[in-house]
């Protein structure tokens, strides 16, 4: 049941993307948007947590241009009380005339598709009806029929209790979830969805060299040119910057391998050799701690 | 950085023993358990001296890779002292294992695709220290390594 990729979701789909980590969360909606966006579908992002305007520049970071797709009307980016929630009381019934609403002015504009992705955080309010959005998820269904509609519904994990998180993935047909190699609350190491790669936070020692190992080693076989976001690591050893540069190393001459990262990691990645990696490119980001 | 090529470190021609502080700033004991710890308590002490954030870097990377050769391959625990004289800080880690033969181990660059043992660990610390001196224990036994970072 588990789709650990968001590119892997497409028309017909009805998925349910459930998040700790806000990082996490706006790498797969980025991947959702520019998968939708290279299909020539229509994108609409229903917002809450996330003001509008925060979302683009998120996305922009992420390898997804929204300027012109934004112009062309292909992409939406409007908060969910503007838009799914309407005017009047919530309940799931005007929701899914919403939806089906989007659904029919998508087809009259021409599109072939239609990708929404909603946060759900209004629900966890106290004004916000987890009942009405729970019976929401389940009327939704028959929108999906014809395989024109795709929509994720982003859950908070840290915003629900236990069973409305059950209730919801139970309700969508698939589940979308960022692969995560290591979780610490020192240092988490996961696949990165866009731009495609692998990142690291925290602090990066020989101990987990291994597991760096293991998420490079799966990002070099699945992405052509990957990237390691290193942006939030403030430490990193010797030996593990050495597993970064022999995996660069190791690649054929026509791809390459970016990493953005810290002062300080660039001069340790520097030392044990980048500079003689010709596939390596050393970004140092300003983002410091 | 000060050191932002990897230029090969000068040798250091003198066989020099350690200098010994008038009293230390921090004094730790450490295992791979503590290894976390030992890296964050070197770098609020060298905040605290009123180092610089480059030099708490550079601070950071040497104690770092030091702790970490002790763990490894110097009998698993060890010790490190911190001092400062003047702008410079001083870093000694002193561990209980079989030693280090070569006096010149790290100056020269390590190759970037060596597997876990390329000995990238002294050489980042020769790079990034002004000066660093691998001696033997008091009692013949162990390794003492002392860097200097400067401002």
């Not at chain 1, 996305?59 to 005017?87: N, T």
């Not at chain 2, 610390?125 to 003492?144: F, K, Q, Y």
């Amino acid at each position: 049941m588990t789709v650990p990729n968001a590119t892997d979701v497409g028309a017909g789909d009805h998925a349910c993307l459930t998040f700790t980590d806000g990082e996490d969360r706006l790498d797969l909606i980025a991947a959702f948007v520019r998968g939708g966006l290279r299909a020539g579908h229509k994108v609409v992002c229903w917002t809450d947590a996330i003001e509008p305007d925060g979302l683009a520049g998120q996305l922009a970071e992420r390898s997804v241009k929204p300027g012109a797709a934004i112009r062309r009307g292909q992409l939406r980016l409007s908060p969910v009380s503007d838009s799914l929630l309407g005017s009047g009381a919530v309940t799931a019934a005007a929701m899914v005339d919403v939806l089906s609403g989007e659904l029919d002015a998508a087809a009259r504009e021409g599109y072939p598709g239609l990708r929404i992705s909603a946060d759900m955080a209004w629900a966890s309010r106290p004004v916000g009806g987890v009942e009405e959005l729970l019976a929401f998820e389940t009327k939704v269904a028959d929108l999906f029929a014809d395989g024109r509609l795709c929509l994720i519904c982003q859950y908070d994990r840290d915003r629900f209790d236990a069973v409305t998180l059950a209730f919801a993935a139970k309700a969508h047909p698939k589940t979308v979830a960022a692969q995560v190699y290591y979780e610490h609350p020192l240092l988490r190491i996961c696949r990165q969805y866009s731009p495609p790669g692998v990142r690291v936070a925290g602090q990066l020692d020989y101990r987990q060299r291994d597991v760096l190992e293991q998420a490079l080693g799966e990002s070099l076989r699945l992405d052509r040119n990957p990237r390691v976001n290193l942006a939030r690591l403030d430490y990193i050893d010797g030996a593990c910057a050495g597993v970064i540069v022999a995996a660069a190393m190791r690649l054929p001459r026509s791809r390459r391998m970016t990493v953005r990262c810290q002062r300080l990691v660039a001069t340790v990645l520097d030392l044990v050799g980048a500079g003689s990696a010709p596939g390596l490119r050393v970004q140092v980001s300003h983002e410091q701690r | 950085m000060s050191s932002g090529d990897p230029a090969a470190p000068r040798p250091h021609r003198r066989r020099a023993s350690p200098s010994r502080p008038e009293s230390v700033d921090l004094d730790e004991t450490f295992d791979v358990n503590r290894l976390h710890m030992l890296r964050q308590t070197v770098a609020a002490h060298a905040d605290r001296l009123g180092a610089q954030e480059d030099q708490v870097e550079r601070l950071i990377m040497v104690a770092g890779e030091l702790a970490t050769n002790a763990i490894r391959h110097g009998g698993g625990r060890g010790r490190l002292l911190l001092w400062h004289h003047d702008d410079a800080l001083y870093c000694q880690v002193s561990d209980q294992g079989p030693g280090i033969k070569d006096p010149t181990a790290g100056t020269s660059p390590p190759k970037p695709l060596a597997g876990e043992s390329g000995g990238r660990g002294l050489w980042i610390c020769r790079n990034l220290a002004s000066e660093l001196t691998i001696s033997t224990g008091p009692d013949g036994h162990g390794t003492i390594v002392q860097a200097v970072i400067p401002r």
